[in-house]
């Protein structure tokens, strides 16, 4: 099977409801011919409805950046992923790294969360990768294991074939250092064969996106590897130029 190649940016906690409908549009423009990437972008949840309306009838899909595992309750600055469908959002993404370092994120959370998202039928971006102390102690694809053993838990093959997961070594997100196209491809093989052993031959089926300081001058490199199906886009994604020179540069 040929995966598709998905290309996400994460907004974080940026953009005005007025700034996100300017970048989107202006985004429109400059990537209403690329068909061989899926675009998404996640605004702020505060955004999500005026992105959805000015992305509407494009190219261009709408992520958000969180969701609550509850229906709904007394969950104070949560949102459910009913609320999530509701306002027109396809894609979430799960368990990044800046909600694991400041916000008590966990294995255990993601995994209710990644419930919640595929009960509702959002389609799950789910974040995995190591810190650089991990790294330089070799800890790597223990690290990995442990993310994926813990976060995708309970699932069936069927549901992880509609998972996305992105690889995104917390070393490089922000940080303009990014992997080697090299080591990244050695990494998501592994993540790879990590899945088929948990879910067989369905890991085949996967997207797995890079993320950490991916931009226009080394997308089209990274992409280009046999296991890396994409990116999750931090900074590069904030302005339209840069975004759509990264997607488009990606499959050059
Ligand atoms: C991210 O935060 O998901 C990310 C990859 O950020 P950046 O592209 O800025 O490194």
């Not at 709408?62 to 999530?84: C, D, K, P, R, Y």
């Not at 994120?105 to 990768?129: S, Y």
């Not at 050695?186 to 899945?195: A, D, G, K, N, V």
């Not at 990274?222 to 900074?235: C, E, S, T």
Request: charged content about 20%; glycine content about 10%.
């Amino acid at each position: 099977m040929v995966r598709k190649i998905i290309i996400a940016g994460n907004w974080k906690m940026n953009k005005t409801m007025a700034e996100a409908k300017a970048l989107v549009k202006e985004l429109k423009g400059l990537v209403a011919d690329v068909k061989a990437v899926e675009i998404v972008v996640c605004p702020p949840f505060t955004a999500l409805n005026a992105v959805v309306e000015a992305a509407a009838g494009s190219n261009i899909k709408v992520g958000a950046q969180n969701v609550h595992w509850a229906g709904s309750g007394a969950f104070t600055g949560e949102i459910s992923a009913a609320m999530l469908k509701e306002a027109g959002v396809e894609y979430v993404i799960i368990g990044h790294s800046e909600r694991r370092q400041y916000f008590g994120e966990t294995d255990a959370t993601v995994n209710q969360r990644l419930k919640a998202a595929l009960a509702a039928g959002l389609k799950p971006i789910v974040c995995i990768g190591e810190t650089l102390e991990e790294r330089e102690q070799g800890m790597t694809e223990k690290v990995l294991l442990t993310q994926l053993e813990g976060g995708l838990a309970g699932l069936s093959s069927d549901q992880v074939a509609g998972v996305v997961i992105a690889y995104e070594p917390v070393w490089a997100i922000g940080t303009g250092k990014t992997a080697t196209p090299e080591m990244a491809e050695e990494t998501h093989r592994y993540i790879r064969c990590t899945l088929k052993s948990l879910f067989d031959e369905v890991a085949e089926d996967v997207v797995i996106q890079y993320g950490g300081s991916m931009k226009a001058a080394n997308s089209g490199q990274l992409v280009a590897q046999k296991n890396i199906d994409g990116g999750l886009i931090g900074g590069a994604s904030l302005e339209a130029e840069s975004f759509a020179a990264l997607i488009k540069n990606a499959v050059a």
